[in-house]
């Protein structure tokens, strides 16, 4: 009944947060799209941010649960399948870590399912700053990135000198990606200028050879509005990619908070021409939840985000759930965990 | 309300909702189906036609998968238990059953057109068939296991090992005595099973899950489905993950096309042995079926002058 509703109301309640049009230019500075006057100070920034629109948590938790209804199947789950394998970012981020833990995570990022060559690769392999160059090494001459978490991963709770010296240190390993976590006690406290401050220098600090991927930790955030005034925070910043969370908290990505950050992303794009990414992170562990969030994104963003260029998964095991799942399709037969790794 | 309207008033039937029993919680069918299960008397079950009894539900190949992911997930903890707590859990099962008693002779009755009476025999049988294995659980590696001399400094100790997850078509014909003879010695070495109930008479094998739920027996150890037999076993033949299948409920054809579908990940099959009579003792042989032998060489310790370290 409710599902119906949804459908119908689905414009009202995915209302474009469409920012107050800005009224100054402003030449120089490091943005250059129509929002850069927004950043010029503290109380612009505040302004702005908490003149978003609200969240109607209701709406969207509803029509993230109405598009997560959908049946997938056959050649369209074949092609689901496909695309989200190629969009893991295989992750590792334990204190346990070994360089050989590194390199098998690397040989399977590049080959996940040795047993079918036809199996894409995943998108990257996602490590911690120290393990970069081992993990560079295992995934060499292949189309799978580097990430590393930087930034005094996952607290963020260290100086910003610490901060960028741990973003260089990855960087100069060789890392193709940074994920960076935000201080979200300043967020909390409502130090915007702070957190904006810090994204700005380490996407300096990656400058071109990195892409930024800004981590804000939904979980931590506590309200639906936290997460929007993050997402645009980040991308006001020049986020590459607005990611959901560490996977190190007990509530991680779900398919409202990534619905709401995907319509940020869509309504960024509308208004700057930018396009950023979205990567929900933590959580997802079967093929039917990384099912549902590709059809969010092809829901709200379109066929432009469909791609590991713009949408990835920060996950661990759910790539042998996706590559069980591939078996079962490619022999009829349902697999097993003892025909995929232990990892 | 006077005494004598209380007594003419109808009291309305409380029908009973037959559920699997998956993973220790009762699910219906994924598919949402269901199917009629009738009583079997003599002269209507030569028509075919018998009372309705219930709707049971038609379970799909992806009730099975589910199955199978919850027999997986409880293998680590029941074969890890020891033989004794397996045995106590056992007994445990009886002793509930034992409660229930005047349940299941109504069931089975109606299932196999059988006597009150008769069924209380079939019924006590089973339950004594379950504290029969009971006592099994921590003596079948004494008598499958042990020391092997070796000429060497070696202990060498073979212990039989569950096999895992195992499928278990149970017989068509007895729904309660033959579900009980091909259930108790799968879970009683350890394994954790996916039971297939029978086709026509399942729902003595549904209310064995409500007695199993209450019996200390881990959630998942023992799952049972009803359906088609047919529908449900050949996915559960062909699935990778699971290591032994028992055919006791299949036909000969059904018996071979799920034997060929078993052999893709070497599973362990128990051909169809014909029984006349499951009350008669069943000897340790369906036990055996799905137990495994690991042997291991241990190494006694540095030797002494005298050629022994003792």
Known sequence: MYSRYARRYARLVTMPTNAPSPTAERVGGTPTHALQDVTASDSTLRRFLHGLPGVDAVGLEARAASLGTRSIKTTAKAYAIDLAISMVDLTTLEGADTPGKVRALGAKAVHPDPTDRTTPATAAVCVYPDMVATAKAAVAGSSVKVASVATAFPAGRAPIAVKLADVREAIDAGADEIDMVIDRGAFLAGHYAKVYEEIVAVKETCGTSARLKVIFETGELSTYDNIRRASWLGMLAGADFIKTSTGKVAVNATPANTLLMLEAVRDFRAQTGVQVGVKPAGGIRTTKDAVKFLVLVNETVGEDWLDNHWFRFGASSLLNDLLMQRQKLATGRYSGPDYVTVD | ?310
């Not at chain 2, 009738?38 to 079950?45: E, H, L």
């Not at chain 2, 009579?277 to 069943?282: I, L």
Request: aromatic share 8%; net charge neutral; glycine share 10%.
């Open chain 2, 1 to 310: 309300m006077s005494e004598k309207t209380e007594k003419t008033e109808p009291r309305l039937s409380v029908f009973k909702t037959y559920k699997l029993y998956v993973g220790g919680k009762f699910p219906r069918s994924e598919s949402g189906r269901v199917y009629e299960v009738t009583t079997k008397t003599s002269a209507a079950g030569a028509a075919g036609k018998g009372n309705w009894l219930a709707n049971a539900p038609l379970s799909s190949r992806k009730d099975a998968r589910d199955a199978v992911v919850a027999a997986r997930k409880a293998f680590g903890g029941w074969s890890g238990a020891t033989a004794y707590n397996r045995g106590q859990i056992l007994y445990r099962v009886a002793e509930m059953l034992e409660g229930r008693k005047a349940q299941f002779v109504h069931e089975v009755a109606d299932a196999e057109g059988l006597s009150k009476s008769k069924a209380a025999v079939q019924v006590d049988a089973a339950i004594d068939r379950w504290v029969w294995y009971a006592g099994w659980t921590d003596k079948i590696a004494q008598v499958v296991g042990g020391g092997n001399p070796v000429a060497g400094p070696y202990f060498n100790l073979s212990s039989p090992e569950p096999t895992g997850v195992v499928t278990v078509l149970a017989p068509q014909e007895s729904s309660f005595l033959g579900l009980v003879s091909v259930i108790a010695p799968v879970i009683a070495t350890g394994n954790t099973a996916v039971v297939v109930a029978s086709e026509k008479s399942p729902l003595p094998a549904l209310s064995l899950g409500e007695v199993l739920a209450t019996s200390d027996l881990p959630g998942g150890v023992v799952n049972i489905l009803s359906g088609r037999t047919a529908e449900i076993a050949t996915p559960l033949a062909a699935h990778q993950d699971v290591n032994a299948i028992d055919l006791a409920g299949a036909d000969d054809v059904l018996a071979k096309e799920l034997e060929i579908a078993a052999a893709d990940n070497l599973k362990r099959v128990l051909r169809p042995q014909p029984v006349d009579n499951w009350s008669e003792t069943p000897g340790i042989d369906r036990m055996t079926a799905f137990l495994e032998t690991k042997t291991v060489w241990h190494p006694t310790g540095s030797l002494g002058a005298s050629g022994s370290s003792y």
